[in-house]
């Protein structure tokens, strides 16, 4: 499996206990708009993904990202930058 | 097209919820301040338990009749900056002052905490270096973050493990770090492993700063907050702190044992673009620094009324949090109790902070209680049991 592949399953996957029970999500849903994450879900979905990948995500990447595929993106450039 | 103000509409549904839940949340005034722990609120008579008055200070007559002469002496205001006209020599007492009791090098006065906290993490700091912050950290924190231009990582609340193993990641790329911690954390009380935090940074080569805004003068055989008390004062680069608590004013402070700490006036923003702290407040700090210093007895009574609200509350079965300190907060999973127990504290003559999530850990309502020096037995013993009042009703079911 692709490395974007992998992250965006891991992220769904992270994403599930932080959403209402059968809520459809994919790459292009938005993490507020459709989903109504509030900052507290944020940090939650960004420590278990830092856990998940030994990663640290700063918080400067957060204002760029809007869609699963922003953060699985921004994620990617961390492996990359490593 | 939405409107420039559709951003604020889940503010506004949670301001219609607390004028139906605790509808006296929006009239907090206080029209007559009785003493730095009494105040009339809407007509009512009420005994401050939400305050940061922590030695209650603020109705020192030694404080006040310093901030009067300065007044009279000085005027109302500097109206400037302190790198224009705004430096006068109250400033650079205090900032000499502040550098004697830390025993430090360097110090030097902002004009509020969040001004502080603003100008050392937004310079000291920049590209391509990197914050490691206590994910409990207080906004002026999260905000001086993100005016400067470092890269800003949280670790784990009070968790030095989580702390090194970020270290460890950001190892080889060879850059500086900077560790954020508090004294005391602002919504629960609770103390940041200091040890263990000044262990880790040391291992790694990082640098630390502690904001002791609600530790100075509460903790420490001498007051000067958690890295006194944990004995480890030589390990952290910068303190921070405030005026506006256990001094009983407003402003800030940065020490520190880097000389460089004097450059920092000339590269930060919040320290130039903003006018310095009036004379009555500069001279209120000073007399009240002295008697921080001079009179640890209040540092005493403060933690003897601290422990009895805090054991107090324990036994009554509130979630409070960790460890006793001056700041006892009662959590609730469920915002609505929160606000009936806020409203009949306030209807029983007991004010208290309500505080909302997001400004709280993990999601939390917390009734935020802070008790003062200047509390006597009868007005503990009264916040004590209105308390237990109040958890009566809501066991019974009533709303007071």
């Known amino acids: ?82 | 097209m939405m409107t420039i103000f559709e951003k604020f509409r889940p503010l506004a549904e949670t301001r219609q919820e607390l004028q139906k839940n605790a509808s006296n949340f929006f009239n907090v005034v206080m029209e007559e301040i009785i003493s730095g722990t009494e105040a009339v609120v809407n007509g009512r008579r009420m005994i401050l338990a939400g305050s940061n008055n922590y030695l209650g200070l603020s109705f020192d007559s030694d404080c006040i009749e310093a901030a009067c002469h300065a007044a009279r002496q000085q005027g109302t205001g500097t109206t400037g900056s302190r790198m224009a006209n705004g430096t006068f020599s109250g400033h650079v007492a205090l900032e000499q002052e502040l550098a004697e009791y830390f025993d430090r090098q360097r110090a030097i006065v902002f004009s509020t905490g969040y001004v502080a906290n603003l100008a050392i993490l937004s310079t000291v700091v920049g590209p391509g270096e990197v914050i490691l912050l206590d994910a409990d950290c207080h906004a002026s924190i999260y905000d001086g973050c993100r005016l400067g231009g470092a890269e800003v990582i949280r670790f784990r609340h009070n968790d030095a493990e989580d702390l090194e193993k970020r270290l460890g990641r950001l190892e080889k790329r060879k850059t500086n770090v900077l560790v954020v911690a508090e004294g005391l954390y602002s919504m629960l009380g609770d103390r940041a492993p200091l040890a263990d935090i000044v262990a880790v940074k040391q291992k790694y080569g990082a640098y630390l700063m502690v904001d002791e805004a609600h530790s100075l003068g509460v903790l420490g055989d001498n007051g000067r907050g958690l890295a006194e008390e944990a004995g480890v004062e030589d390990g952290v680069d910068f303190v921070v702190g405030t005026f506006s608590k256990s001094l009983g004013a407003i402003g800030g402070f940065c020490v520190s044992n880097h000389p460089e700490l004097d450059l920092v006036r000339y590269a930060s923003r919040p320290y130039v673009f903003t006018a310095s702290s009036s004379p009555s407040i500069i001279a209120s700090t000073r007399q009240a620094l002295r008697i921080l210093r001079t009179r640890p007895e209040l540092r005493r009574q403060l933690w003897e009324n601290a422990n009895l609200l805090y054991q107090h509350l324990q036994e009554l079965d509130f979630n409070v949090g960790p460890e006793a300190s001056p700041i006892v907060a009662a959590r609730h999973e469920n915002k609505e109790d929160a606000f009936v127990l806020w409203s009949a504290l306030l209807q029983r003559g007991v004010y208290v902070n309500l505080v909302l999530p997001p400004a709280t850990p993990d999601g939390h309502t917390l009734l935020r209680c802070s008790v003062s020096a200047a509390h006597t037995r009868e007005q503990m013993e009264h916040i004590c049991e209105t308390f237990t009042a109040v958890r009566e009703l809501t066991a019974m079911g009533q709303t007071a």
């Open chain 1, 1 to 82: 499996m692709q490395l974007k592949e992998k992250i965006t399953k891991e992220v769904i996957e992270i994403l599930r206990p932080l959403i209402p029970e059968g809520q459809q999500v994919n790459a292009e849903t938005d993490l507020v708009a459709d989903l109504g994450l509030d900052s507290l879900k944020v940090m939650k979905m960004v420590e278990t993904v830092e856990d998940s990948f030994d990663i640290s995500i700063p918080l400067n990447i957060l204002p760029d990202v809007r869609t699963v595929s922003d953060f699985v993106l921004e994620i990617q450039k961390l492996f990359e930058d490593e």
